[in-house]
């Protein structure tokens, strides 16, 4: 049995400990928040943070989580997260989304970044390209995301 506690929540999951995060959360924990897109660590579609840091879980085995606490997309946005409210909130705002599909791995992201950030910081708009690059958008919606993030950092200043 693999213990992950996700969202605040412990489970006990027999899954084989190479299992990547993003299975277990998809298959075995129902939690479909969290995209697959490419399976090779390159798109971002699978981020979720693992003990604070923004991971790709769909190369991150269970077994490397384990003990770790992990937030999906779902607590994110629930209105729970301030960090994670603004950023929503900013999202829409811009209108960021278009297919929409890249969308939980960038506020995972997103998120993560400014959380990273000390207290009352604005990032420039190269830290924000440079802290988003590993995420892919095939809509290439870019200027909105980077507006957006400075909008969630402004708000949370």
């Known amino acids: 049995m693999t213990r992950l506690q996700v969202n605040g929540r412990d489970h006990a999951l027999d899954v084989d400990p190479g299992t990547p995060v993003l299975w277990a959360l998809r298959d075995t924990l129902g939690m479909t928040g969290t995209k697959f897109g490419c399976g090779a660590a390159l798109c971002g579609a699978c981020t979720v943070h693992i003990d604070g840091q923004a991971v790709r ?8 989580a384990e003990g770790k606490p992990i937030t999906t997309i779902e607590a994110v946005t629930d209105g729970s997260d301030r960090i994670g409210k603004a950023v929503h ?15 939980s791995g960038q506020i995972m992201s997103a998120t993560a970044f400014l959380k990273s950030l000390p207290k009352g910081k604005q990032p420039s708009a190269p ?3 440079a802290a988003m690059a590993g995420n892919v958008c095939r809509c290439g919606t870019y200027a909105r995301i980077r507006a957006a993030v400075a909008d ?4 949370i200043a």
């Open 57 to 64: 879980s769909c190369i991150t085995p269970v077994s490397a």
């Open 89 to 103: 909130a900013a999202w829409v705002k811009h209108d960021v989304a278009q297919c929409g599909y890249c969308q």
């Open 127 to 129: 830290e924000i390209d």
């Open 152 to 155: 969630a950092a402004r708000a």
